[in-house]
């Protein structure tokens, strides 16, 4: 399975809040760390040094993408936000970088899991590709 958590976060957020978030995130989906095939975010982001730390201790790849790319899932979007797009350029990170890289990984549409969930300074969201069964039903 392709399971890819987005993270948007705070300049200086902790390491600690992120690992929390995300535990937190994938246990709401009866998952856990094991279950994850990379992490994402935005380009904005790439010297955030909590959120390459995660990606170290995760040992996972962090993939990172332009405003202009996470602009163009807002169709496919939980929870859209005018303030993210003042911040960053696209009105989401965390669901928009979760969305595009499950994509990119898994070579089909990917869906939300579970969409943005917030702690103090970040955010989280889980996409996947459905097997083969799962992408027939409506």
Do not use: W, Y
């Amino acid at each position: 399975m392709t399971l890819v958590a987005g993270l948007g976060c705070r300049r200086g957020c902790p390491l600690d809040e992120l690992h929390a978030l995300l535990r937190d995130t994938l246990a709401e989906a009866g998952l856990d760390e094991s279950h994850l095939t990379a992490l994402a975010s935005a380009t904005l982001k790439a010297d955030e040094e909590g959120l390459t730390a995660l990606a170290a201790a995760l040992d996972l790849p962090l993939a990172l993408f332009t405003p202009q790319q996470l602009a163009a899932c807002e169709r496919n979007l939980g929870e859209p936000s005018e303030t993210v797009r003042a911040a960053t350029g696209s009105a989401s990170v965390a669901e928009a970088a979760a969305l595009l890289q499950a994509e990119a990984q898994g070579g089909a549409p990917a869906r939300l899991l579970v969409g943005k969930r917030r702690s103090e300074q970040a955010t989280c969201a889980l996409a996947f590709i459905p097997v083969e069964s799962e992408r027939e039903q409506p």
